[in-house]
């Protein structure tokens, strides 16, 4: 979920299709325990290493930063 923050309470249940006194079923807990970890490490560490980039570059070849 993107900007989970700017989201209301009512808004990120409906996303993840819980409620909030019954929590993830035991089929959902199942389906997110089959996404792999190391795709997201990836993703989290392609976005710093694009965050680095964009500094960099603003720094020496705009001039700002």
Same mark, same amino acid.
């Given at each position: ?47 710093? !290493? +694009?965050?680095? /980039? #964009? !500094? +960099?570059?603003? /720094? #020496?070849?705009?001039?700002? /930063?």
């Amino acid at each position: 979920m993107e900007n989970a923050y700017t989201k209301t309470n009512e808004d990120v249940l409906r996303h993840f299709e819980v409620s909030e006194s019954d929590g993830l079923s035991q089929d959902q807990v199942k389906r997110a325990k089959k996404r792999p970890v190391w795709l997201l490490f990836v993703a989290r560490c392609l976005n710093i !290493y +694009l965050l680095i /980039y #964009f !500094y +960099l570059f603003m /720094y #020496f070849f705009a001039g700002t /930063y």
